[in-house]
């Protein structure tokens, strides 16, 4: 599998999240995970940290594929 393919997913998982957490969609806040999320921080509170999380998937797989990052240096 190439490595790139990885990092588009990664860019397009960050955009899903960081959208749902603007939007606040309601079938995305109803999933287990985030539901924790919510007790431990409120709704508003869990899209914060959710808009936070996707906007950091999406700008690391960005600056990856880009070539700002090189992430055999990470590991």
Known sequence: ???DILFYLMIGVGVLIFIASLTNWEWF???RRAQSMIKL???NGARI???ILGAFFAGFGW???SGQIDIASLF
Do not use: C, I, P, S
């Open 1 to 3: 599998m190439n490595k």
């Open 29 to 31: 806040f109803k999933q």
């Open 41 to 43: 921080m409120g709704r």
């Open 49 to 51: 940290f959710y808009a």
């Open 63 to 65: 600056l990856v594929l």
